[in-house]
């Protein structure tokens, strides 16, 4: 069975929109959704900031490895890229782990 989506959209002033894009890439989100989601179920203000901060690098680094993997990238092996990318993985595994 599928999982019901449910869409909707938000009205806002570009300039609000610019403001949350900002922050959503500062924070290593790809997309404006993903962060608001994030923020809405997180909004209760007991997150933990470090944690919080650590899981974006990761995100961010993730994000990178994967536009290398399929770029040209002439210092890195691609055996490397995955090796990493396997390393980041379990590591954002175990901080979720450990919070969940």
Known sequence: MSEKIISYSVR???EVADQIDAIARKNGFGTRAKFMTYAALHHDGETDDVIAAELA???FALHQ???AETGRVHLLKRRDILA???E????LRSVIDRNA
């Open 84 to 86: 990493i990318g396997r």
């Open 88 to 91: 980041a993985r379990a590591a």
């Open 65 to 67: 490895l994967n536009r």
């Open 57 to 59: 690098r990761i995100s």
């Open 12 to 14: 806002q002033p570009q």
